[in-house]
């Protein structure tokens, strides 16, 4: 318990983090190029907060009514950005995180304007953290198994056939926007909620960098790869604290180097090893006559001969 009472800070932000980034990689892997996580995490969060210290709800009530808003907001804007796709549906999402931004530091006393939110003390311990993320992390591992997965992978692979064959890519696409925004709801209520504070410059492009290079590097078609980029990069700048002011100097040479020589993420490039490994062991079985089936078969056919 020593040892969690210690990273309990870090151990939050693991969570938070996973949240944010699954709010982005999920509409990827439908092949959605979509960055409205981050804005959806900021509605989520601020909607939280103001539950709290402006109408009085506890603590879930908050995050849930911060879900709501965050999946509703991210629904409304699949449909508004229904027929935008690849990098002019990134530079308009990226355009509404900004716009959510400058929202929070000018609604007034709703939001607190630039100043914040303060005192929103949320109760939420370490286990229900683990049981929040247990359930999000299952829901996200079933939608990568059996036909969903088939189907979601048809959409991001080649939408026309997708159509063809009969599955609505429109419904997909607009469910990853409305996926996006309640788990980075969830996300952005927990995280505010636990540092009892909320202030426009905690969300913002900043946010995206974070998504995006956790996806990236961690494997972007994977909840595992998520879960990998999520831990390293929320625990790996701590570790480097030790170096002083070359952190960041060595956090961005380990991102680069990531980057390069590992295009399929961390995850993708352990598939990739185990099916190389595999593909090497079933080269190696011989066939025909030096098999044991084989040579049976041949001992048998010596012995009618005679």
Avoid at 108 to 130: C, E, F, N
Avoid at 155 to 176: E, Q
Wanted: hydrophobic fraction near 50%; avoid cysteine.
């Amino acid at each position: 318990m020593t040892w969690f009472s210690a990273n309990t800070v870090l151990i939050q932000g693991t969570v938070t983090t996973l949240f944010l980034a699954l709010s982005i990689q999920y509409p990827m892997r439908v092949g959605v190029f979509s960055f409205a996580g981050a804005g959806l995490f900021g509605i989520g969060g601020y909607t939280a907060g103001v539950a709290m210290t402006r109408l009085g709800f506890t603590t879930w009530p908050a995050i849930g009514l911060g879900i709501a808003f965050a999946g509703g907001a991210g629904l409304l804007l699949g449909l508004v950005l229904f027929r935008l796709t690849g990098l002019y549906l990134g530079m308009a999402t990226i355009a509404f995180d900004l716009i959510v931004v400058v929202l929070a530091g000018n609604l007034g006393d709703l939001t607190g304007g630039q100043t914040g939110l303060y005192g929103a003390v949320g109760r939420i311990t370490l286990w229900h953290l683990a049981l929040v993320a247990v359930v999000v992390i299952a829901a996200f591992a079933l939608t990568e198994r059996g036909n969903s997965a088939r189907r979601i992978e048809a959409v991001h692979d080649d939408p026309a056939l997708a159509s063809s064959m009969g599955i609505d890519v429109g419904r997909y696409r607009l469910t990853s926007f409305l996926v996006s925004g309640l788990v980075a709801g969830l996300g952005g209520g927990l995280l505010v909620l636990m540092r009892t504070t909320v202030t426009p410059d905690a969300f913002g492009f900043q946010l995206v960098v974070l998504a995006l290079t956790v996806v990236v590097v961690g494997g972007s078609r994977s909840i595992v790869g998520a879960l990998i980029g999520t831990v390293v990069f929320t625990w790996l700048p701590a570790y480097l604290a030790v170096v002083g002011e070359w952190r960041n100097v060595v956090y961005g040479l380990i991102v680069t180097v990531a980057a390069i020589y590992v295009p399929a993420g961390l995850w993708g490039s352990i598939l990739q090893l185990r099916r190389r490994f595999q593909q090497r062991r079933r080269a190696r079985v011989p066939d025909g006559p030096e098999t044991e089936e084989g040579a049976g078969t041949l001992a048998l056919d010596g012995m009618r001969s005679t």
